[in-house]
């Protein structure tokens, strides 16, 4: 099994930065390809940014150029840094993983989600 634990959300005004952080704990073969998504109230969930093991990036055209990904494999971690944040940037967001939990097997799993609250 495959554990993804978030950390960081929290309430911030308009403007303002946010770093959220995820990590990944258990048995697993390796980690691929991690990601945020967020959901808001009333709406369905959407991806945020993703970013493979190799480094390779991609982002939501919503959050270009204010949100950037990143992950350290040596920790099993990603984290998402949030500049700019604005009212419509208020979500649950949500780790996911990509894991190979042995050479030829795949499942993807989900952290519980960290509210970010961006106030006008």
């Known amino acids: 099994q495959v554990q993804l634990v978030e950390s960081g959300g929290g309430l911030v005004q308009a403007g303002g930065s946010l770093r959220v952080s995820c990590a990944a704990s258990?048995?697993?073969?390796?980690?691929?390809?991690m990601g945020w998504y967020r959901q808001a109230p009333g709406k369905q969930r959407e991806l945020v940014a993703t970013?493979?093991?190799?480094?390779?990036?991609n982002y939501a055209n919503s959050v270009k150029g204010r949100f950037t990904i990143s992950r350290d494999n040596a920790k099993n971690a990603v984290y998402l840094q949030m500049d700019t944040l604005i009212p419509e940037d208020t979500a649950v967001y949500y780790c996911?993983?990509?894991?190979?939990?042995?050479?030829?097997?795949?499942?993807?799993?989900w952290g519980q989600g960290t509210q970010v609250t961006v106030s006008s």
């Open positions: 258990g048995s697993f073969f390796r980690i691929n390809t």
């Open positions: 970013i493979t093991s190799m480094g390779n990036t």
């Open positions: 996911n993983a990509e894991v190979s939990t042995t050479p030829s097997r795949r499942a993807v799993y």
